[in-house]
């Protein structure tokens, strides 16, 4: 019974305490906030939480191409608005293109993940493929077939399974970012049911996000971020926690596997007679926000460090240079090399609205230009 009591004194009063001080503070934590800001405040992980849960009002499930998007579906969210046509792809510059393709227009389908799907463009109209298609129009139409989070193997499949079906005349392909995803993780498997197949459901809010209790708790966010630890989740909370050893590169298997993809898609889109236009996917860290870019692609590339991300897209970016193979398959590098003009983009990845907009003129420009598949029309 001594024993018992000194236990109590000495180990469970103390921890009640602690824990009832640790209560008082983040109530008072939150309280202060409240009055400050005038709302009750969320730590990051609760926001983006309820933020992937309030799209996936537009997302669903789907057996091949792990999460797609609903059609006909509206998604207006973080001031942007999103309508998702009957073939479930994001509208352009006409709802729903028309089938069979009119006589004489030339069809250009945009695949890729969600800078393709242009995450952060205000609207339909601002995305760089429906600006494609109104600085091509009316010789050519575009259909926008990319999707948040789809690396270059559900582009592929979607290119074979729905996107065929629009008939068109020439598939661009933006990608190479999400394949990193499953590249980083150990083991890799060349199916990418690890390290994106089981994330990308998380992420896009169909399936549940577990938050833990000290994820919800703004005090500690608070004490973080004043210790310099916060930087991993500013402006972006991933929604699954890595805490193994990153890699410096992806495997060279990864790099295999990403050339198989971009083989099958030149050979499904060679089969229906349309042309590949590749355009290797960048990485920025823009100046004045580096450590908030590279805790974001950190945080979407699990298993990498952003120096190893850099190396494995550079080794995509290879494929795609050894793969171009003119007329058929062409090579589109959209910097040439060089550093994204400042203002390109709003975080690691994803276009600005003049980004978009100077990526869709690189496009325009070199499809019309002397020896482009729209130089004749």
């Excluded at 004489?104 to 995450?119: E, P, Q």
């Excluded at 974001?296 to 298993?303: N, R, T, Y």
């Amino acid at each position: 019974m001594s024993f018992l009591r000194a236990a109590v004194r000495n180990v469970l009063v103390p921890l009640a305490i602690a824990v009832v001080l640790f209560f008082a503070l983040e109530g008072a934590c939150r309280a202060y906030l409240r009055v400050k800001t005038g709302a009750w405040p969320e730590t990051r992980a609760v926001s983006y939480t309820k933020f992937v849960e309030k799209i996936a009002r537009a997302y669903r499930p789907h057996p091949f191409l792990v999460v797609a998007a609903r059609p006909d579906a509206v998604l207006e969210a973080a001031g942007k608005v999103v309508h998702i046509n009957a073939r479930g792809q994001r509208a352009t510059n006409v709802r729903d293109l028309p089938l069979p393709k009119p006589p004489g227009v030339f069809r250009i389908l945009c695949a890729g993940g969600s800078s393709t799907f242009d995450l952060l463009a205000p609207d339909d109209a601002a995305t760089w493929p429906a600006r494609l298609g109104a600085l091509l129009a009316p010789r050519a139409d575009v259909s926008n077939a990319g999707f948040p989070g789809w690396t270059s193997l559900e582009s592929l499949v979607s290119l074979e399974i729905r996107d065929v079906e629009l008939e068109p005349d020439l598939v661009v392909l933006y990608s190479g970012v999400n394949d990193l995803q499953p590249a980083g993780h150990v083991p890799f498997t060349p199916d990418y049911s690890l390290g994106h197949a089981d994330l990308l459901p998380r992420v896009t809010g169909v399936a549940p996000i577990p938050v833990r209790l000290v994820a919800r708790s703004v005090l500690l966010e608070k004490l973080l971020g004043r210790l310099g630890r916060g930087a991993a989740t500013e402006g972006f909370a991933p929604a699954w926690g890595w805490t193994g050893p990153r890699l410096e590169d992806v495997p060279a298997a990864a790099v295999a596997v990403y050339e198989r993809n971009l083989r099958a898609t030149i050979a499904v889109a060679r089969a229906r007679g349309a042309r590949v236009l590749l355009v290797p996917q960048t990485l920025e860290v823009r100046p004045g926000s580096e450590a908030k870019d590279v805790a974001w692609i950190e945080a979407w590339c699990p298993g990498l460090t952003e120096a190893g991300a850099r190396r494995g897209l550079a080794r995509y970016a290879d494929v795609m240079r050894m793969l171009a193979s003119p007329p058929d398959v062409l090579l589109l590098p959209p910097y040439d090399g060089s550093a994204a003009p400042a203002g390109d983009f709003d975080d690691a990845c994803h276009f600005s609205v003049a980004g978009s907009d100077r990526f869709a003129r690189r496009v325009a420009s070199f499809l019309t230009a002397a020896g482009g598949p729209l130089a004749a029309r």
